[in-house]
Structures are given as structure tokens and as C-alpha cells.
């Protein structure tokens, strides 16, 4: 199941009792942990019923103790490890994840690799949870995704602008998405994203190719590093 369909799902009230969110990009992670933490429960009912941790700090007998406590005047709660591959002890939530409880939502964001197949969480959390893999973006793809995402927003981008911005910046989803919100800002009205915005609002030269750049380097005008 997709980032998009696992949301979509959760907009119409079907839930599952564990997500595992893992892999190497990071962004579709944080789309669904962001709408698990600010849009399943409303202000009121979050206020009782969501429960956020950070796997560095988080102890896995107060995760598991969380995640079975009962709801308070509200139909289910949700209880969020994030950055749970810095997590000690994280095979012991396989307690949990073989008997969870109905009124709780569980969703594991674990960033950068996957679980092993091999090991006994996995093949519990493949009986018990929706898993869900990021993959990154294949690189012949990311110019694709770049238009389709800038659509998506309501604004255009020409071919140029968007080799600019993938060379410049490379296969990095949430970098690419906070320089076109960046861009946004200082459009002004206009729905048009052009090389010279890409320019004046990011800093990407598009003057500026590889040879000058060695040129530079090689007389030590280069003001890098």
C-alpha cells in the first residue's frame, strides 16, 4: 500500500491497528506521520488521545504501556514512535504487535533502512501491521516527480527549471519540496516557476556550469570550502 492510499484510507475512517513505516526516503515517512499526528483525531480528542515518541529516548516499556492504555472520550487513540531505528530493545514491541489493541492506532516511523525479513519483528509485524517501504525515487524518475508535484500544487515549471533544481539539489524529496514552498512565497501571484525564479529565489546559478566551476577552483576564486 502506497503513502497516498494509506491516507486516502485514513480520510475515510479505515484504520488499521499497526503501521510500520520504514525505508531510505524519508518524505513519504513524514507525510504519514503528519497526518497521523494532526489529522486523524481533531484538537479536542488529541488533547487525550495522542502519544508521540522519539526512538532515541523512548522506552519500550512505556511505548508498549501507551499503546494499551483505552481512549478517553474519543472512539480510538494514536500513539506515534518516530525515529524509531535509534530506538534500544525495539524486538521487544513485538510483544504488543502479536496481540495489539483495537482502539489504537500504532504508526512506526523507521527511517533509513528496512527491518530484516529474517528476524522474528518482521514476521510478526507482516501477520499484524500494514508495512509500508519508501523507496527512493529512481533517478531517471525524479524529474518526472518534480513536475507532477509542482502540478499538483497549482503551478508550472519548465524543463530547464527542473533540471536546474535536480541538479542542483539531487535525489532529496523534502529539500526539492521546501525550496518550490520557498519559491511559492516569492511568486507573488504568478503560477509560472522558471529558471531565473529557480536563480533569484533559490541561489542556483544557471550560468554557473562545471568548467567555469574548475576554472575557478583551479585560480582558488572558488568561494567554497
Not at 524529474?143 to 533544481?165: D, H, T
Amino acid at each position: 500500500m502506497s503513502a497516498e492510499k494509506i491516507i486516502s484510507e485514513w480520510k475515510n475512517q479505515r484504520f488499521k491497528k499497526i503501521y510500520w513505516l520504514e525505508g531510505e526516503e524519508d518524505y513519504y515517512i513524514d507525510l504519514v506521520m503528519d497526518h497521523a499526528e494532526h489529522r486523524i483525531l481533531n484538537e479536542a480528542e488529541a488533547g487525550f488521545n495522542l502519544t508521540v515518541f522519539y526512538g532515541k529516548d523512548a522506552d519500550w516499556t512505556a511505548v508498549i504501556n501507551a499503546c494499551t492504555r483505552y481512549p478517553m472520550f474519543a472512539e480510538r487513540q494514536v500513539v506515534l514512535l518516530k525515529e524509531a531505528q535509534q530506538m534500544k530493545d525495539i524486538e521487544k514491541l513485538e510483544s504488543y504487535i502479536e496481540n495489539p489493541l483495537s482502539s489504537t492506532i500504532f504508526v512506526v516511523g523507521h527511517k533509513g533502512k528496512t527491518l530484516d525479513k529474517r528476524g522474528k519483528l518482521y514476521k510478526q509485524l507482516k501477520k499484524s501491521a500494514e508495512i509500508f517501504t519508501s523507496e527512493k525515487i529512481k533517478d531517471y524518475k525524479l524529474q518526472e516527480w518534480i513536475s507532477e508535484y509542482v502540478r499538483s500544487q497549482g503551478y508550472k515549471i519548465n524543463a530547464k527549471a527542473i533540471s536546474l533544481l535536480e541538479e542542483h539539489i539531487g535525489n532529496d524529496l523534502n529539500r526539492i519540496i521546501n525550496e518550490i514552498e520557498k519559491l511559492a512565497l516569492n511568486l507573488k501571484g504568478r503560477k509560472d516557476i522558471t529558471e531565473d525564479d529557480i536563480e533569484n529565489y533559490i541561489g542556483i546559478s544557471k550560468e554557473y556550469n562545471v568548467f567555469e566551476l574548475q576554472a575557478a577552483i583551479a585560480k582558488k576564486t572558488w568561494p567554497g570550502p
